[in-house]
């Protein structure tokens, strides 16, 4: 029987995978506190990064990163202390903190076992700092290298809208190790995978989850687009629906009993049936043969 199905008392295991910005929080995570703490507007910063990237024809996420350290400088500083107390400053869409028990009680009624994960271009550092960090089995953002005094000199890991998918094939199959990029390259059958693409469910917000919501939607999974009523960005959330890059389209609202609860609780339901089925087929199968 395959790995992620229910047999002997074993539960299957499904990942939920967010991205941050405006998906678990309603703006930027820089924009709360570090942009300030840079001297300049957030207008002005995105601005200014988004220059540089066309400029040097530099990765958008590369090019804010190198900014943040142009304008920290000597003169202002900045450690990865003060990222982490940056991520206890910012606000969560209604619902979010209490989010993560409630899954886990919606989880274990349908049978299904439920982990948690981040992908994001935001700075790992500042969610580590969030108080909801200790509920994901794993964060993936985008991360400094730091010298002995703390102070970050280097971009370590860089997470885009298209390298975004490296950590679904990653939480799929195992290997959490980013340094070793053998095994996530190696094949592996699905029925063999610990949590088949299947078994998951993304949530995210804008086109720069696309691939990922992609990935997962054409390997059985359900991906979920989500927005912020009282923001004018709700109209691409809509044409993500339209095109079909999503399977659903929800207001960001966390709180119990809200319209995404109860859609992931179906969605729940409908993986759990699915891991029975199939482990039923299969093991009918492998009888006769």
């Known amino acids: 029987m395959d790995k992620n199905t229910a047999c002997n008392g074993r539960s299957p295991v499904v990942a939920i ?18 942009i300030e703490k840079l001297r300049c507007s957030a207008r002005d910063f995105w601005q200014e990064a988004g220059e540089l990237a066309e400029r040097e024809g530099m990765d958008h996420i590369l090019a804010y990163m190198l900014l943040i350290l142009k304008k920290a400088g000597n003169d202002i500083g900045i450690t990865k202390k003060d ?33 948690h994960y981040i992908i994001s271009a935001g700075l790992k550092e500042i969610i580590e700092g969030t108080p909801i960090a200790r509920n994901f089995d794993g964060i993936y953002a985008s991360s400094f290298l730091y010298d002995e005094t703390g102070k970050p000199y280097w971009p370590c890991q860089v997470v885009n809208y298209t390298t975004k998918t490296q950590y679904l094939f ?17 094949f592996m059958a699905e029925a063999d995978r610990r949590i088949p693409f299947s078994n998951m469910i993304y949530i995210g917000d804008s086109e720069t989850d696309i691939p990922a919501m992609r990935v ?35 207001p960001a609202d966390y709180t119990q009993g809200s319209a995404l609860e109860s859609l992931v609780a179906t969605v729940l339901a409908k993986m759990s049936a699915s891991s029975t ?10 009888t006769l043969s």
């Open 17 to 34: 995978c967010y991205d941050f910005d405006k998906t678990l929080s309603p703006k930027d995570m820089q924009e709360f506190g570090l």
């Open 83 to 115: 990222f982490k107390a940056l991520g206890a400053r910012i606000d969560l869409f209604p619902g979010v903190e209490s989010w993560f028990g409630r899954i886990a009680d919606i989880a274990r009624a349908a049978g299904v076992k439920v982990e």
């Open 277 to 286: 089925l199939t482990a039923l087929n299969r093991t009918q199968r492998s």
């Open 216 to 250: 997962v939607k054409n390997g059985g999974g359900t991906a979920i687009g989500v927005y912020d009523p009282a923001s004018p960005d709700a109209e691409k959330g809509r044409k993500l629906l339209t095109d079909e890059r999503i399977d659903f389209l929800m």
């Open 170 to 186: 990653r939480i799929s199959k195992g290997c959490c190790d980013l340094g070793d990029e053998d095994s996530v390259n190696e």
